[in-house]
């Protein structure tokens, strides 16, 4: 398959890098100096004392990439307008967009029966330029199951997991779907098809809406945040209320938040990304997490005190060094 990989930050970098090691004709679009290293050394991948280099084509403008079969949408929310702007030279009439992020995709409401596909979601698409860019009809969504950092510019670390689970919105998965999963699984990646693809994002926002912004507000890593009784009580009012704006529009985590906490608990002392993004000085992931989410309890009538007071002292604490607007 002929790929481009839209973000090749540390999830995308590693997805880009390995699919190329796979065979499949990979470019990137990427920027400053990490697309500079790539271009000189490649894009090198470290997994344990493993490291492997895969020269890719890169650029920091989409239009010399040219189209493709498939596109890899690998940023972050707030940087999906740039993404929205850009990306027409890389979609070509049967191009897939694969939407590979946190947060509540601005897709999410096209689908599902509650609304009957009517409802959108301003805080994220404002004015719909997502959606004339990146139509519903190329999509299919991605949610990612492992853990990567960027050390320094083209280099990729790979830290942990391996699943990647994918599926067209509404559930009616094509061929392009299959044919973007055998791929993945070329790449050695553990990847699925999925029929309820905004349950499984609904699934991995669970944990990403309260363990995240918690993080980036305490600068604590994730097992010092269950280990305060204080902090995880939050945590865990905040994920039941996840868990009923979900159900009052038909996605239904079908977790228990203790349960999820277990799961957390078993990887030690990693980072949240947006924590590592608050470090880093990037901006952070605000709206996607909470923002949308929130959006979606209005809309079904679900009070959502707890993540309402996240929110806004996640958007203060942004907005303080500049990493919020």
């Avoid at 940087?79 to 070509?92: K, Q």
């Avoid at 947006?274 to 605000?286: H, Y």
């Avoid at 989410?293 to 303080?320: C, D, M, N, Q, Y």
Wanted: with cysteine; proline share 5%; aromatic share 4%.
């Amino acid at each position: 398959m002929k790929i481009c990989i839209y973000g090749a930050g540390a999830i995308g970098g590693l997805i880009a890098g390995r699919l190329a090691l796979a065979g499949h004709e990979v470019s990137v679009v990427a920027r400053g100096a990490h697309l500079t290293a790539i271009r000189e050394k490649g894009l090198r991948i470290l997994s344990g004392e493993k490291e492997t280099s895969a020269k890719i084509k890169s650029d920091s403008n989409p239009a010399t990439l040219g189209p493709q079969d498939c596109v890899i949408v690998a940023v972050k929310a707030q940087n999906l307008p740039e993404v929205a702007a850009a990306i027409g030279p890389l979609v070509g009439p049967d191009t897939s967009i694969v939407t590979a992020m946190n947060g509540v995709p601005w897709w999410f409401f096209d689908r599902l029966a509650f609304g009957d596909g009517k409802l959108r979601l301003e805080s994220l698409d404002p004015g719909g330029a997502l959606s004339r860019a990146m139509p519903t009809s190329r999509i299919v969504g991605c949610v990612v199951h492992l853990a990567a950092s960027t050390p320094e510019p083209g280099v990729i670390r790979h830290s942990m997991g391996e699943r990647l689970i994918l599926g067209e919105p509404g559930g009616k998965n094509t061929a392009r779907t299959h044919a973007i999963v055998a791929a993945l699984r070329e790449a050695k990646f553990e990847a699925a098809a999925t029929a309820f693809i905004e349950k499984e994002f609904w699934v991995k926002l669970l944990g990403n809406i309260s363990f995240n912004p918690v993080a980036a507000l305490t600068l604590a890593t994730a097992n010092r945040l269950i280990a305060d009784e204080y902090v995880k009580a939050y945590m865990v009012s905040i994920m039941h209320e996840c868990l009923a704006i979900g159900r009052a529009v038909g996605v239904d985590a079908d977790i228990d938040p203790k349960a999820r906490m277990d799961m957390a608990r078993k990887l030690g002392a990693f980072k949240p990304s947006t924590l590592q993004d608050l470090e880093a000085g990037k901006r952070l992931e605000i709206d996607g997490l909470l923002i949308g989410t929130l959006e979606i309890a209005r809309k079904a009538g679900v009070a959502a005190p707890f993540t309402e007071s996240l929110a806004g002292l996640a958007r203060l604490r942004a907005e303080s060094t500049g990493q919020y607007r």
